[in-house]
C-alpha cells in the first residue's frame, strides 16, 4: 500500500511560481515513475510532467518551458516547479507514482488526492 502526500499548492499571482511537492510512502522497493496530472473545471485530467526511476522527463505541450519536474529518491518525493504561472494553469493537480512494493515483480500506480493550484490577480 502507498500513500501519496500533495503540498504546495495554493494562490498565485499570473507570472508568479509555485514549487508542488508530493511524497510516497509505503512498503516501496522502486519508485519507477512519478509525475503531475492536472483537472480543471468542466475538463478532463491531463499529464503535466513525468519523470522516470532514470531520470527521463516528460511534459505537456502547455507547460513546456515553465515547468520543471524533479526528484528526490532519498525522500520518494517528486516536485513540480512552475514559474511564468498563467491563469489557464488554474486547476487541481494530481500527483502519481508507479510503484514496486517489496516482494513484487509488479508495479501499480497511485494518486495523491489532489492539491489546488490557482492563478489569479
Known amino acids: 500500500q502507498v500513500q501519496l502526500v500533495e503540498s504546495g499548492g495554493g494562490l498565485v499571482q499570473p507570472g508568479g511560481s509555485l514549487r508542488l511537492s508530493c511524497a510516497a510512502s509505503g512498503s516501496i522497493f522502486n519508485i519507477n515513475a512519478m509525475g503531475w496530472y492536472r483537472q480543471a473545471p468542466g475538463k478532463e485530467r491531463e499529464l503535466v510532467a513525468t519523470?522516470?526511476?532514470?531520470?527521463?522527463?516528460n511534459y505537456a505541450d502547455s507547460v513546456k518551458g515553465r515547468g520543471t519536474i524533479s526528484r528526490d529518491n532519498a525522500k520518494n518525493t517528486v516536485y513540480l516547479q512552475m514559474n511564468s504561472l498563467k491563469p489557464e494553469d488554474t486547476a487541481v493537480y494530481y500527483c502519481n507514482a508507479v510503484v514496486t512494493l517489496y516482494y513484487s515483480d509488479t508495479s501499480r500506480r497511485y494518486w495523491g488526492q489532489g492539491t489546488q493550484v490557482t492563478v489569479s490577480s
Open positions: 519523470i522516470t526511476s532514470g531520470g527521463s522527463t
